[in-house]
């Protein structure tokens, strides 16, 4: 078992719908990342939370400690959303970032 | 703020030949890179952790000798690939961390050896 799950692996949703993707760890964390990652390969910073929720734009971010689960929201969809949604979690004193596989998403016009 | 120009973006090279990737820290100083690299559809692997002024720490199965990393600078750390065969075609990415946000990424470098 992975030390980062995420789901789902890949989501295809319509311009417009509300989008979820799910993050799970079973390490211990100081952080939790989401990465976005674009067809060309370049990786984006979203959101380092280590409590409660975040939000930039269309973009929310949440996480509860103790269930050790992190959720990635977007509103509105649009087909630039279109990427690799990443969770990672940081361990913080080992300074290394555990990646999930990544959920592959595609908003369809 | 805190970018990481990574180059080059694209390298196609001759097998056996060696091939270096730069990583500079443009408005920050980057203490610490880490190098990844990463298969199609697959996540991000760390290969090693470099530090500016000291050796860098390789993963687990990464051959030190043939992914050389020196850290020279607060600003700049490379990657060499030498000897470079096929099965070593990948796309390599760095990151740094920042304090403020967490990390901040390369652009990557996609290496195709021919």
């Known amino acids: 078992k992975n030390e980062v799950e995420q789901s789902p692996q890949n989501l295809t949703a319509q311009e417009g719908e509300f989008i979820t993707i799910n993050c799970s760890y079973s390490v211990g964390i100081s952080a939790l990342h989401w990465l976005q990652q674009h067809p060309g390969g370049g990786i984006v910073s979203l959101f380092m939370l280590s409590s409660g929720k975040k939000k930039h734009g269309r973009l929310i971010a949440t996480i509860n400690i103790q269930e050790k689960h992190s959720s990635l929201h977007i509103t509105a969809s649009h087909p630039r959303d279109s990427a690799v949604y990443i969770c990672a979690a940081d361990g913080g004193a080992t300074n290394k970032l555990i990646f999930g596989t990544g959920t592959l998403l595609a908003v369809q016009p | 703020g805190a970018v990481v120009s990574q180059h080059p973006s694209r390298v196609i090279c001759k097998s056996g030949t060696s091939v270096k990737i730069e990583c500079r820290s443009l408005d920050f100083q980057a203490t610490t890179m880490f190098w990844y690299r990463q298969f199609p559809k697959q996540s991000l692997m760390l290969m090693a952790t470099s530090n500016e002024g000291s050796k860098a720490t390789y993963e687990q199965g990464v051959e030190k000798d043939k992914f050389l990393i020196n850290h020279a600078s607060l600003t700049l750390s490379t990657l060499t690939v030498t000897s470079a065969h096929p099965e070593d075609s990948s796309f390599y990415i760095c990151?740094?961390?920042?304090?403020?946000?967490?990390?901040?990424f390369g652009s990557g470098t996609r290496l195709t050896v021919v």
């Open positions: 990151s740094a961390r920042v304090s403020t946000y967490g990390y901040t």
